[in-house]
């Protein structure tokens, strides 16, 4: 359908415009799609990782897409992901969809 634009509600629901969210009686949070909530990959959809706060591997994290790419100035030190491994820079992380535990090598 031409014209979705969607929003996230302030209940946390994806709304497919603006319009959708005021006739149910919702603020609009952001633009877009609302994040859904996991606890771990497995509460994603295929192509979505559980992505964290570092530091907080075992707290709630958001679904997101795995990445495929990494800004080109994102700096290269290395960083221990949330599956114990270390990784030569955050991008390295990334791209293999884990979360950080924190920056520096794994102990």
Sequence with gaps: MLGLMPVCGCDGVTYDTPC??????????????????CNSDADCSAGQVCWKLPGQCDGPGRCAPIRSDCPLMMP??????CDGV????????????????HEGPCQ
């Design 76 to 81: 290269a030190f290395p960083v221990c992901g």
């Design 86 to 101: 270390t990784y030569p820079s955050l991008c390295d992380a990334l791209l293999a969809g884990v979360s950080i535990e």
């Design 20 to 37: 959708d969210a005021i006739r149910a009686g919702v603020g609009i949070d952001h633009k877009g799609a609302c994040e859904t909530p």
